[in-house]
Nanobody, 123 residues
Framework: QVQLVESGGGLVQAGGSLRLSCAASGRTFSSYAMGWFRQAPGKEREFVAVSKWGGERTYYADSVKGRFTISRDNAKNTVYLQMNSLKPEDTAVYYC????????????????WGQGTQVTVSS
């Protein structure tokens, strides 16, 4: 079992930055792919970024490439999402997800989810 707790959301002006954190329980954090997803009101949950087990490979949605960076500290059981040049369309609840065998963009494949953290970008 893995428990995930996100933090770091908030209100920021367009062009600003935020860093989200996701702390995971368990002793095998490094064996899980860690992903970030987001869901805006009235929309489906969408893929943002994912980091493979050891963090050696990362993948991003086209909408955030060049602006967002996913990283992980396996010693701290934490994955981060650095978000720069934020836009109003980035407004959503951001979720952290973990899976021991899948590292793609399909949210239905992830076994574990956090409760989400709200990010609001004002224009």
């Amino acid at each position: 079992q893995v428990q995930l707790v996100e933090s770091g959301g908030g209100l920021v002006q367009a062009g600003g930055s935020l860093r989200l954190s996701c702390a995971a329980s368990g002793r095998t954090f490094s064996s899980y792919a860690m992903g970030w997803f987001r869901q805006a009101p009235g929309k489906e949950r969408e893929f943002v970024a994912v980091s493979k087990w050891g963090g050696e490979r990362t993948y991003y949605a086209d909408s955030v490439k060049g602006r967002f960076t996913i990283s992980r500290d396996n010693a701290k059981n934490t994955v981060y999402l650095q978000m720069n040049s934020l836009k109003p369309e980035d407004t959503a609840v951001y979720y952290c997800a973990a899976d021991p065998s899948y590292y793609g963009g399909n949210s239905r494949q992830y076994d574990y989810w956090g409760q989400g953290t709200q990010v609001t970008v004002s224009s």
